[in-house]
């Protein structure tokens, strides 16, 4: 009997500490729903920032190709493009792409990557976007 009692008492704190551990995990829907939050603000920041040559944010031109926050690691992963590779303003438009997304609440880490690929053109833009631009 007393080599039962111990081996319980031994036990009890292991299955405490992952009972614990349990707690301090986010359930599947508070996952989504930062995860949601967290893309959606995402857009509204993106939906800020403008190529200075073009009078339309970069996420109606179609320059964003990804959007994804891993809770996990708290990482705010940004793929897009630009419209040219050789566009004049693009250090201005990454920077200001950055500061916006660095200021969320939630992320503690941005990786913004330029990609060119798939090469951007005028179907990847939003109608709100082509209808300013006129080519509507």
């Not at 989504?32 to 857009?43: D, F, G, N, P």
């Not at 926050?69 to 693009?90: E, R």
């Not at 941005?110 to 990847?124: A, K």
Request: one cysteine or more; charged letters at 35%; aromatic letters at 6%.
């Amino acid at each position: 009997m007393e080599n039962s009692e111990e081996k319980i008492n031994i036990e009890e704190p292991a299955v405490q500490a992952e009972e614990k551990k349990e707690e301090t995990k986010l359930s599947v829907e508070e996952r989504t729903a930062e995860e949601l939050r967290v893309t959606e603000k995402a857009i509204e920041m993106l939906r800020t920032v403008f190529d200075p040559e073009i009078p339309v944010n970069v996420y109606d031109l179609g320059l964003i190709y990804k959007i994804d926050y891993d809770v996990d690691t708290k990482t705010l992963h940004v793929d897009m493009t630009l419209t040219a590779p050789s566009c004049p303003a693009a250090d201005f438009i990454l920077e200001d792409v950055r500061q916006k997304l660095v200021s969320i609440q939630g992320p503690e880490k941005v990786d913004l990557r330029l990609v060119f690929d798939p090469v951007w053109d005028q179907s990847m833009m939003s109608e709100e976007a082509k209808l300013e631009l006129g080519f509507l």
